[in-house]
T-cell receptor, first 113, second 115 residues
Framework: AQSVAQPEDQVNVAEGNPLTVKCTYS??????LFWYVQYPNRGLQFLLK??????LVKGSYGFEAEFNKSQTSFHLKKPSALVSDSALYFC???????????FGTGTRLQVFP | GAGVSQTPSNKVTEKGKYVELRCDPI?????LYWYRQSLGQGPEFLIY????????DSGLPNDRFFAVRPEGSVSTLKIQRTERGDSAVYLC?????????????FGPGTRLTVL
């Protein structure tokens, strides 16, 4: 069965510092991986995806993610955090047998001024 | 253009009642998905439509849950004999429908509270 894991419930970072939100995956075959962000009382917003190609994927709002096949990881990164980046972040993998997304449990990012 | 919309935004009902939740996907998107998100959890898949037909309903928890998409656009999730455990945010998403790498676009959700 395919799955993703987000080992950190919460990540705290000071504004202006780099941030990393971790995600590892377990799939058979090539993974299709996604990151979404959820602000309070709002739906999920797509940030970026890895399908194939370059291991470093660039997405919205200055976020990027690095696909690492040997470590089965897809960590989300940003060089300089903003207070407005504070939100709930979800990693997801697309099930190859259907089209559904399988989500991790989420990581709350808190950026302090 | 307009994104995915869901109505109502909030629904409070009593145990045992019937509820309908509506989803309007992005125009032209052939694939539509329903997910359920409980407090402190990631979204969990319920059902997926490709056009008018349910391509995968393996996530529906039991036969009290049913969804339709009669004209291949708007979808309605129907819950009979609601239980307190059904309380959650119900999310709808749509995509261009081609299997593989197309991202899903989510609506704001319907928060269902069963008293």
């Amino acid at each position: 069965a395919q799955s993703v894991a987000q080992p950190e419930d919460q990540v705290n970072v000071a504004e202006g510092n780099p941030l990393t939100v971790k995600c590892t995956y377990s799939v058979s075959g090539n993974p299709y991986l996604f990151w979404y962000v959820q602000y309070p009382n709002r739906g999920l917003q797509f940030l970026l995806k890895y399908i194939t190609g370059d291991n470093l994927v660039k997405g919205s709002y200055g976020f990027e993610a690095e696909f690492n096949k040997s470590q089965t990881s897809f960590h989300l990164k940003k060089p300089s955090a903003l207070v407005s980046d504070s939100a709930l972040y979800f990693c997801a993998v697309r099930d190859h047998n259907t089209d559904k997304l399988i989500f991790g449990t989420g990581t709350r990012l808190q950026v302090f001024p | 253009g307009a994104g995915v919309s869901q109505t109502p935004s909030n629904k409070v009902t009593e145990k045992g009642k019937y509820v309908e939740l509506r989803c309007d996907p992005i125009s032209g998107h052939t694939a539509l998905y329903w997910y359920r998100q409980s407090l402190g959890q990631g979204p969990e898949f319920l059902i997926y439509f490709q056009g008018t037909g349910a391509a995968d309903d393996s996530g529906l928890p039991n036969d009290r849950f049913f969804a339709v998409r009669p004209e291949g656009s708007v979808s309605t999730l129907k819950i009979q004999r609601t239980e307190r455990g059904d309380s959650a945010v119900y999310l709808c998403a749509s995509s261009s429908g081609l299997a593989g790498g197309h991202e899903q676009f989510f609506g704001p959700g319907t928060r269902l509270t069963v008293l």
